[in-house]
């Protein structure tokens, strides 16, 4: 552990006893200082807080403790992270994961979100931002739904399943695809900024590139749109954004 992440822990001199346990997180992280550090973030914010040392044994937790967020660190042992993000987005979508790692190279970041990973964050990093990124994921978690089945033009998409269908045939979406396309669905006839969906759907507040966001764009097109070159339910606004038509 670097001397930016020893300094965490000076800056946290007494942990506040939870009055409302909030629900607990996961934390699957194999240094047992950095353990330390992440137990007393979350509990000073009244949550309770599972450590796992280990891939194998955070996915065990997460089975049976059913958290309300992961904090997962990418180099483990028995499991890597970048496998156990894909696990647990495949056993509970709704889930967030938050990968905290010093791996900084944007293509981990965008491997990472393909995986499903709901946002990335940098060691050393500040307790406010880690702890304010968890909030904001676990708020987009418990936002109010719309119903399961969503059908427009000729798709229609099981948001609870993870299936869709274009023209009865199944049509296979990524779990980020689903994401992104029920955020649309949920903000029909909407312009909505790149930067609005990469902190929304991707759960950052910045990112190198929107590029992301469009070749997202680009295949879900590719996969609900009868004529992906024309489409007419997901446009560009040039120079705003895009637009979901239902």
């Known amino acids: ?70 904090v997962l660190d990418l180099i483990l042992p028995q499991i890597s992270g970048r496998e156990l993000c894909q696990t647990m987005k495949s056993i509970s979508p709704d889930t967030p994961v938050i990968v905290l790692s010093a791996i900084t190279e944007v293509v981990d970041k965008v491997l990472l979100l393909e995986l499903g990973a709901d946002d990335y964050v940098t060691k050393p990093f500040s307790p406010r931002e880690l702890m304010a990124r968890v909030q904001a994921a676990i708020r987009r978690r418990k936002r109010p739904t719309q119903s399961a089945i969503y059908r427009f033009g000729e798709c229609e998409i099981d948001f609870e399943r993870m299936t869709a269908k274009r023209s009865g045939v199944a049509v296979v979406l990524t779990s980020h695809e689903f994401k992104l396309l029920r955020f649309f669905t949920e903000h029909p006839e909407r312009v909505l900024s790149r930067d609005l969906l990469l902190n929304e759907v991707w759960g950052y507040n910045s990112y190198p590139t929107t590029r992301t966001v469009d070749n997202q764009i680009l295949k879900l097109r590719q996969k609900l749109e009868p004529d992906p070159a024309n489409p007419v339910h997901l446009l560009t606004i040039y120079g705003a954004g895009y637009k979901f038509i239902p």
């Open 1 to 70: 552990m670097s001397s930016s992440e020893v300094l965490v822990l000076e800056e946290m001199e007494q942990v506040v006893a939870p009055k409302l346990e909030l629900g607990t997180i996961l934390v699957v992280e194999d240094d047992p200082r950095m353990q330390k550090v992440l137990r007393r973030i979350f509990a000073e914010q009244s949550y309770s807080i599972e450590v796992a040392g280990d891939g194998k044994a955070g996915l065990d937790l997460f089975r049976t403790r059913h958290p309300v967020a992961v």
